[in-house]
């Protein structure tokens, strides 16, 4: 079992920025694919960002490349997103999950374990 807890949501400015984290307990962290997901009212929840078990492969999807950066810090098992250049349309609850599987980038439904989700409104 892996327990997430994600942290870091408010609100913030477009423009602005916000660091997201997301502490893991339990199994070792270092062992998973991790991903950032985020969900908007009447959305289906999306990958916006994931990291190899490894750390040396990351994945964004289009819509946040070059404004968001993951990262992850094994002797903190801890998953960070950095959040820059928000936008409005960046407003949606934020997840991270893990995933056992060792695809590079497995698809949501090969994430394991989710945590609560944590909200981020970006105001124009």
């Known amino acids: 079992q892996v327990q997430l807890v994600e942290s870091g949501g408010g609100l913030v400015q477009a423009g602005g920025s916000l660091r997201l984290s997301c502490a893991a307990s339990?199994?070792?962290?270092?062992?998973?694919?991790m991903g950032w997901f985020r969900q908007a009212p009447g959305k289906e929840r999306e990958c916006i960002s994931a990291i190899n078990w490894d750390g040396y492969s990351t994945y964004y999807v289009d819509s946040v490349k070059g404004r968001f950066a993951i990262s992850r810090d094994s002797a903190k098992n801890t998953l960070y997103l950095q959040m820059n250049s928000a936008k409005p349309e960046d407003t949606a609850v934020y997840y991270c999950?893990?995933?056992?599987?060792?695809?590079?980038?497995?698809?949501?439904?090969?994430?394991?374990?989710w945590g609560q989700g944590t909200q981020v409104t970006v105001s124009s």
């Open positions: 339990g199994r070792t962290f270092s062992s998973y694919t």
């Open positions: 999950a893990a995933s056992a599987s060792r695809k590079p980038f497995p698809p949501l439904y090969e994430y394991d374990y």
